[in-house]
């Protein structure tokens, strides 16, 4: 059973945009902290933004900051990576994960998520001219 969706990847020219989309269940309601990570081929995971239930914590990764946002809709049920100014580093599989932390929102960083148990499929972002 799937439990988070992504969708939105895609092929952009380097200072491009998009939105990433993560469909999430009620299986994940139990999951305080949402976000995504990427994986480049030959690289490790890495966090790329991270959101506490309620939007309060947003932590982003030092490569991402200022050009990536996280958001929620809880009525929706989704979490987004809007993307701008993308690089062609930024080239990867996007992954939306959910995990829950005991210690507050403070925590929910995303290094978090690259260990989350719960992951989706992947969305490829390709960025290329």
């Known amino acids: 059973q799937v439990h988070l969706v992504e969708s939105g990847g895609g092929s952009v020219q ?5 939105r990433l989309s993560c469909a999430t269940s009620a299986y994940t309601s139990n999951r305080n902290c949402l976000g995504w990570f990427r994986q480049a081929p ?13 939007g309060k914590y947003k932590y982003y990764s030092d490569s991402v900051k200022g050009r990536f946002t996280i958001s929620q809709d809880n009525a929706a049920n989704t ?3 809007e993307m701008n100014k993308l690089k062609p580093e930024d080239t990867a599989m996007y992954y939306c994960a959910a995990a829950n932390i005991n210690l507050g929102g403070r925590w929910c960083t995303p290094p978090v998520l690259t260990r989350a148990g719960l992951v ?3 969305t490829q972002v390709t960025v290329s001219s």
């Open 79 to 81: 979490v987004y990576l």
């Open 42 to 54: 030959g690289k490790e995971r890495e966090g790329v933004a991270a959101i506490y239930t309620g």
């Open 120 to 122: 989706g499929q992947g």
């Open 14 to 18: 380097p200072g491009g945009s998009l």
